[in-house]
């Protein structure tokens, strides 16, 4: 092993590549812009794989002098000191360069060395600390590794060669398993297609489909347990990135999403995208909830750039709670339909119960909530397993589990109820299923009853707000039945079971919900229509370079 050391001034060091960098207590003196250009020489010169390793002092440690962070405009208190960091904001500014990061705070003996006034500073402040008049300083430790080789790296793409100078960011609190966590993992996806630069921006980096990020798409943790308190991590990396545009859903980080973007100094466009009915989820929240949320979503809402909704029903109730007028309101259906799911449900259905199995196969599927009301899609199908000798598989994960798992063993249905949780590739269940049944309150446009029509299945679905009777197109396509009508939903169940309900072909139907449709609506929103890049576009260029 080689080392070579250096000062940050001499970088570029031309014609040499490095398996690691160490920098030492020198980003704190650099500005903002300066830090940025220095991290990309490093990673240039950094091997597939390598990785830089370093420190910087805590802000809150910082003493002696004041000096105006140029990004944030907090007073800091150190002299030479040109900004200052956290664990949440080293983690924003590493990941603009390295997909991989891990910061943590430590505590030191100070060690000054640079001037005799300096040294006996250092001298005298361990002396006390040793006697435990001072607490030690508190510093970052940081480690960043570089990406391996694995095809095109986005960023590494030079600018002008495609749309990849080009950041959108994508904000929403977690990856759980839900249909707007896959709506969102999609057109990350897509637009990494077409030539972006992607962020997924995470207030908590965690859930399901976290193993499901496709690899050029970087995860930014905003380290918050909620999207509410991310506003300040979200500002700070607006400030450090400004993506051209910024697409957030799920109320909550909507909110957070806007009120951000107001408080930062980066011109980023604002989309937000409403995926549930706004009216249920506030009659079903805390009494505070009830009276605050309507006032916030009133102020910070229409200040958005763009307003999108899943379906016309959400817009229209969209509306109605925040004063938007209705034809502000875009509606822009769930990306479902794609080549690949078609190609997933034709896998073999790995259950012991689809292989070859003698009695009918019922599914549901979801976050195990109250929204979802499975209670109600149980009891129906103890009913239905009276006349129909059937099975029932749940999918997906929640906090209802020991409640449906204590309602099963009270009925008598435990032996043919399972509950396999989160499962990777649920279309061949789906495929092999002979019924699927959506039991929700309420929703938006959910996700699982248009995979479900694309595998082919026949289905019921509750005529809840809002979603499925656009769905199945007032019934055509499937059944509905009233919201927690347990005996409609039994006998819309063997209806369904023996043949006596029969829907035409959806697939011309289902055209509307396709990726191709709808991805090109939210880019049009996102970056304009002059501004979109297709596939074909990419590959054309790379065929002229």
């Not at 590794?145 to 609190?173: C, E, I, W």
């Not at 817009?315 to 209705?326: E, M, W």
């Amino acid at each position: 092993m080689q080392l070579i050391t250096g000062k940050l001034e001499e970088l570029p060091f031309r014609g040499k590549t490095f398996d690691a960098v160490v920098v030492s207590e020198v980003l704190e003196h650099l500005t903002p812009q300066v830090t940025l250009l220095a991290l990309q020489e490093i990673r240039r010169i950094l091997v597939p794989d390598g990785e830089i390793i370093g420190t910087v002092p805590c802000e809150e440690n910082l003493a002696d002098g004041e000096v105006m962070c140029p990004v944030c405009g907090e007073v800091f208190h150190k002299v030479g000191h040109l900004q200052s960091f956290s664990t949440v904001t080293m983690s924003i500014l590493l990941r603009t360069e390295f997909p991989r990061v891990e910061c943590f705070e430590r505590a030191f003996m100070a060690k000054t060395t640079v001037g005799r006034k300096e040294s006996a500073i250092g001298l005298i402040r361990n002396r006390l600390v040793l006697s435990g008049l001072l607490t030690r300083e508190k510093h970052i430790v940081f480690r960043a590794k570089k990406s391996p080789l694995r095809g095109v790296d986005p960023m590494r793409t030079p600018k002008g060669s495609s749309g990849l100078n080009q950041r959108l960011a994508l904000f929403l609190p977690s990856l759980a398993g839900g249909g707007a966590e896959k709506r969102m993992l999609t057109l990350a996806t897509e637009f990494v297609k077409r030539g972006y630069a992607v962020d997924m921006l995470l207030s908590r980096s965690e859930g399901a489909y976290l193993r499901s990020v496709p690899p050029h798409v970087r995860v930014v943790d905003l380290h918050a347990s909620r999207p509410l308190t991310a506003i300040p991590a979200l500002i700070r990396y607006l400030s450090i990135e400004k993506p051209q545009a910024m697409l957030s859903t799920i109320t909550s980080a909507n909110l957070a999403a806007i009120w951000a973007s107001q408080v930062s100094a980066a011109k980023t466009r604002v989309v937000i995208c409403e995926a549930s009915t706004l009216s249920s989820e506030l009659h079903q929240s805390a009494a505070h909830n009830r009276v605050l949320m309507p006032a916030l979503l009133r102020h910070f809402f229409p200040k958005a750039h763009a307003v999108v909704a899943v379906s016309r029903g959400v817009a229209d109730d969209l509306a109605r709670v925040t004063g938007i007028p209705r034809r502000s309101i875009h509606v822009i259906y769930n990306p479902v339909l794609s080549p690949e799911l078609l190609a997933k449900s034709g896998e073999a259905a790995d259950h012991p119960w689809l292989q070859n199995s003698p009695f009918p196969v019922i599914v549901g599927m979801g976050r195990l909530t109250r929204q979802k009301n499975f209670c109600a899609l149980i009891r129906a199908f103890a009913a239905v397993r009276e006349r129909i000798p059937s099975k029932l598989i749940i999918l997906g994960d929640g906090e209802e589990r020991p409640l449906l798992e204590s309602l099963s063993l009270r009925l008598g249905i435990a032996q043919d109820l399972d509950l396999p949780g989160f499962v990777d590739n649920p279309y061949p269940i789906l495929a092999k299923a002979s019924l699927f049944v959506l039991s929700s309150q309420w929703e938006g446009l959910p996700w699982v009853l248009i995979e479900a029509l694309a595998c082919g299945t026949k289905v019921v679905a509750t005529d809840c707000p809002h979603g499925p009777r656009e769905i199945l197109d007032n019934g055509t396509y499937g059944q509905l039945c009233p919201v927690g009508d347990v005996p409609s939903m039994v006998a819309a169940m063997i209806r369904a079971l023996r043949g006596e309900f029969v829907a035409p072909d959806p697939a011309h139907w289902l055209e509307q919900f396709s990726m191709k449709a709808n991805v090109a609506l939210y880019l049009d929103l996102l970056v304009g229509r002059e501004a979109q890049r297709s596939e074909v576009d990419l590959k054309a260029m790379a065929t002229r370079g």
